[in-house]
């Protein structure tokens, strides 16, 4: 039983590992975004 919580544990671990890298790409590939959907709207209107 216990090693099926430190299992777990470890599990848990990595999903959250996961989760913190994608939402680091997300935070860095946003203003990036933004930035080409900015530049396309005022090429759009230029």
């Known amino acids: 039983m216990n090693h099926c919580l ?3 544990a470890n ?3 990595h ?3 996961c989760l913190s890298v ?7 590939t946003i203003p990036f975004r933004t ?3 900015s530049t ?3 090429a759009k209107f230029l």
């Open 22 to 28: 994608i939402h680091n790409l997300v935070i860095r």
């Open 11 to 13: 599990a848990n671990k």
């Open 35 to 37: 930035l080409t959907l």
């Open 15 to 17: 999903y959250f590992r």
């Open 6 to 8: 430190i299992r777990r």
């Open 40 to 42: 396309l709207l005022m």
